[in-house]
Each structure stands twice: as structure tokens, then as C-alpha cells.
């Protein structure tokens, strides 16, 4: 288990002080989660160029809003004059999207890389930096997840993170489609921009 210090000032405070925030926002097996998905972004961090201090952060606060109430969500949305097409949607996608506000203006952390981590945790992006690929692959991958193809996942990942962010957007299309559920936009464009790419190699 690697703890880091953290010095860049990214969070005003410790790793610890950090961890008893989110620990005081999720309940105990969502916050286990959160500690893996951590520690799986510190390992994809090293052999990518991720910063370690940035990999901690973003793993940490990914699922910081994920058990809020609903009124939370639509109260920011609204405050923070969000796009108003997230009404639309529900928990899966306010968690990150709208997550990322609450993360700013809660534990005042503005570094716009890890913002944007927390924000395409689920859906992907079009454009992700090597922070936002590894946020995404660490929640997909990290060692408490079982679903048929994880073990795949988790060898393409660890050989080419691109291309483990390419599985998961063809995997997850797929599991939306075959189960009859809604797609957001934003899955559609990770795939498109993602997967025939890879699959062109
Ligand atoms: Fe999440
Ligand atoms: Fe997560």
C-alpha cells in the first residue's frame, strides 16, 4: 500500500485529512472502493508519466459526491448554471459531472486535470489526459471488480492504457445497449473516438 506525502498544495491539507473528508461522505464499502481505486492509479500512474501526488487526489475524490441525495445534484445544477440537459439524467452521471463542482467548492481542490478525471470517470471523453485515462481504467480495474473480461481488461491496461481505455468504452456500449439502457452522449462519442481507432491498429 503505497501512502503518499503530499506537497504540491493541491489540497489544502494531508493525504489523511483528505481521506477523513471522504470517509465522512461514503459509506464503508463505497469508501473501500475509493482506497483501491487509489492505490490501482498510483500502479498505472508510474509507468505513464501520471503524477503520483494528482493520481492520489483524483483516485480519492472520483465517488466524493456518489451518495449525496438527488436534490443535491439538482440544486448545483442549477446554482452553478450547469448545462440544464443533466436534469435529464440521474446519479450515475451527477456523480462525476456535477461531483466536480462540489469537490471545487468543498474541499477546494481546483486542479483542472483531476477535475476533469472525477468528471469522465463513467462516461470517458472524446479527449482524456493520462490522468483522465487512468482515473477511468483504475475504477474499471481495480482488484475488488468481477465481471467476465476483467482479467482481459486489466492485461490491456497494464500493456497500453489507450487501449484499455478502448475495451472499456466498447465493453460498457455494449452492456448499456444489451440491457435495454439509456445512453448518454457523452459513451457514444468515448466510443467513437476511441474504438474503431484500436481496433485499426
Ligand atoms: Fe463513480
Ligand atoms: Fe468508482
Given amino acids: 500500500m503505497t501512502e503518499l506525502t503530499y506537497h504540491a498544495q493541491i489540497f489544502p491539507g494531508t493525504r489523511q485529512e483528505l481521506i477523513d473528508r471522504i470517509s465522512q461522505q461514503l459509506r464503508p464499502k ?5 482506497l483501491r ?16 501526488e494528482r493520481a492520489s487526489i483524483a483516485g480519492l475524490v472520483h465517488d466524493y459526491a456518489k451518495q449525496r441525495p438527488d ?18 439524467y440521474g446519479n450515475a452521471i451527477w456523480h462525476g459531472v456535477v461531483g466536480a463542482e462540489l469537490i471545487k467548492r468543498e474541499l477546494h481542490i481546483y486542479d483542472e486535470d483531476i477535475l476533469n478525471a472525477v468528471r469522465h470517470h463513467t462516461t470517458g471523453a472524446v479527449y482524456m489526459t493520462p490522468l ?8 474499471y480495474i481495480e482488484p475488488a471488480r468481477d465481471f467476465p473480461g476483467v482479467d482481459e481488461a486489466r492485461a490491456i491496461t ?4 489507450g487501449a484499455g481505455v478502448a ?13 435495454g439502457l439509456p445512453v448518454y452522449p457523452k459513451s457514444l462519442e468515448t466510443y467513437n473516438a476511441w474504438v474503431p481507432r484500436y481496433h485499426h491498429q
Fill in 30 to 34: 463505497r469508501f473501500q472502493h475509493v
Fill in 37 to 52: 481505486v487509489e492505490q490501482t492509479a498510483l500502479e498505472l500512474a508510474e509507468p505513464n508519466y501520471v503524477d503520483l
Fill in 71 to 88: 436534490a443535491d445534484f439538482i440544486a448545483a445544477i442549477k446554482d452553478y448554471q450547469l448545462n440544464p440537459e443533466l436534469l435529464h
Fill in 132 to 139: 483522465e485515462q487512468v482515473v477511468y481504467m483504475a475504477d
Fill in 158 to 161: 497494464t500493456k497500453d492504457l
Fill in 167 to 179: 475495451f472499456q468504452a466498447q465493453h460498457t456500449l455494449q452492456y448499456l445497449i444489451a440491457n
